[in-house]
Nanobody, 118 residues
Framework: QVQLVESGGGLVQPGGSLRLSCAAS????????MGWYRQAPGKQRELVAA???????NYAGPVKGRFTISRDNAKNTVYLQMNSLKPEDTAVYYC????????????WGQGTQVTVSS
């Protein structure tokens, strides 16, 4: 079994910064892509950023230039540095990882709330 545990969410003022972390643990052979989605109230879950095992990254348009995704393969951990936060960034943020155990499938974290408000 694989578990993803997120941390780092909270309340921040507009223009502020937060750093999210997500650590994977369990019977992991290989982790391929890792990333973050978010879901705001009344909206569909959307991709925020993703990173391959080789370090290639992909960002959603609204966060380009403000968010940075990175990973530490030795720690099976993915990070999301969020700068210049806006109220529209308010959402529950979910990390995911494409993990090979016996077979390869996606696993999800429990979600962490990010609220941007003055």
């Amino acid at each position: 079994q694989v578990q993803l545990v997120e941390s780092g969410g909270g309340l921040v003022q507009p223009g502020g910064s937060l750093r999210l972390s997500c650590a994977a643990s369990g019977s992991i052979l290989t982790i391929y892509a890792m990333g973050w989605y978010r879901q705001a109230p009344g909206k569909q879950r959307e991709l925020v950023a993703a990173i391959t095992s080789g370090g290639s990254t992909n960002y959603a348009g609204p966060v380009k230039g403000r968010f940075t995704i990175s990973r530490d393969n030795a720690k099976n951990t993915v990070y999301l540095q969020m700068n210049s936060l806006k109220p529209e960034d308010t959402a529950v943020y979910y990390c995911y990882a494409s993990v090979q155990v016996a077979t390869t499938r996606d696993y999800w974290g429990q979600g962490t709330q990010v609220t941007v408000s003055s």
